[in-house]
């Protein structure tokens, strides 16, 4: 089954950064087969929200509150999922999931529903 790890949380000062990094494990990529992976978080007290999604031919959407902050990426082969955070803000604090779908993205309506398989999350703590 797939398992998804995140990394790369901590606590960092307003205006700092930190990288993201979510383990992937399960899922054999060819070029035929569709995915989709994002970035989501839960703020305390929050309802979880969607932050950045990457299509596999590399397609990339972010909610507007992080456009021009956040960067989504994977390696090459993969296996990797990460999520640069540069000016980071206090309201950047919450949990931060991983997600993956086993199909295409639904690029201008995406939500949690979309997505099957989850991370156990990595607190980011902006103060």
């Known amino acids: 089954d797939v398992q998804l790890v995140e990394s790369g949380g901590g606590s960092v000062q307003p205006g700092g950064s930190l990288r993201l990094s979510c383990a992937q494990s399960g899922y054999s990529y060819s070029t035929e087969r569709r995915y989709c992976m994002g970035w989501f978080r839960q703020a305390p007290g929050k309802e979880r929200e969607g932050v950045a999604i990457?299509?596999?031919?590399?397609?990339?959407r972010y909610i507007d509150s992080v456009k021009g902050r956040f960067t989504i990426s994977q390696d090459s082969a993969k296996a990797w999922l990460y999520l640069r955070m540069d000016s980071l803000a206090l309201e950047d604090t919450g949990m931060y999931y991983c997600a993956m779908s086993p199909l295409e993205c639904y690029l201008d309506s995406w939500s949690e529903d979309d997505f099957k398989y989850w991370g156990q999350g990595t607190q980011v703590t902006v103060s």
């Open positions: 990457v299509d596999s031919d590399g397609t990339t």
